[in-house]
């Protein structure tokens, strides 16, 4: 079984700290994504990494896949109120089903 | 921009009834998928179809599930006797490889 173990499960910051979460697995995927998801409402796409060593910025967020595309970290630079939410990441393997990570809840204080 | 939309957003419903959720796909995706999420616990993986038929199912799409793609357009879950612990997030999402895009989800409520 596949899976994605991510750290921490919470995180409580002020606003204007930065902040890093670690997405690990012994599997390999070709592909790795990061989602945020708000409550009650859907996942949304922040990124796909499919690249080992690949690194994707996005405004203030940066995105690393491991060399061996079996972890990868997400970076969020001078956290804001509005960063808040759940953050998942998901790995895949071409065509298939895509795994998803045990969620990092991020709460960030003005 | 595309999106994947579900209906109904919120069902209640009693246990051991039938209940059938439905979502409209982005338009030329080809892999469709249907997830699920009890409330406080991890995105779960459900079921996957492609060409018109299940590519890979989980251990919890048993026998009480199915899915279809009725017309060109829509693709359905079906919970044939609900249970308690079918409530939950029911997230549906289709792929254009390797990303997939979700919908807002359906509620439901098992009474």
């Known amino acids: 079984t596949q899976l994605l173990e991510q750290s921490p499960q919470f995180l409580s910051i002020q606003e204007g700290e930065n902040l890093t979460v670690y997405c690990n697995s012994s599997s390999v995927f070709s592909s790795l994504q990061w989602y945020r998801q708000e409550p009650g409402e859907g996942p949304v796409l922040l990124v796909t990494?499919?690249?080992?060593?690949e690194v994707k910025k996005l405004k203030r967020l940066t995105f690393q896949f491991g060399d061996a595309r079996k972890d990868s970290s997400l970076h969020i630079t001078a956290a804001q109120p509005g960063d808040t939410g759940l953050y998942l990441c998901a790995g895949g393997r071409n065509t298939d089903k895509l795994i998803f990570g045990t969620g990092t809840r991020l709460q960030v204080f003005p | 921009e595309p999106e994947v939309t579900q209906t109904p957003s919120h069902q209640v419903t009693q246990m051991g009834q039938e209940v059938i959720l439905r979502c409209v796909p982005i338009?030329?995706?080809?892999?469709f998928y249907w997830y699920r999420q009890i409330l406080g616990q991890k995105v779960e993986f459900l079921v996957s179809?492609?060409?018109?038929?299940?590519?890979?199912k989980s251990e919890i799409f048993d026998d009480q599930f199915s899915v279809e793609r009725p017309d060109g357009s829509n693709f359905t879950l079906k919970i044939r006797s609900t249970k308690l612990e079918d409530s939950a997030m029911y997230f549906c999402?289709?792929?254009?490889?390797?990303?997939?895009?979700f919908g807002e989800g359906s509620r439901l409520t098992v009474l």
């Open positions: 338009s030329n995706h080809l892999y």
């Open positions: 999402a289709s792929s254009a490889v390797p990303e997939l895009f």
């Open positions: 179809f492609y060409n018109n038929e299940i590519s890979e």
């Open positions: 990494v499919v690249t080992g060593g």
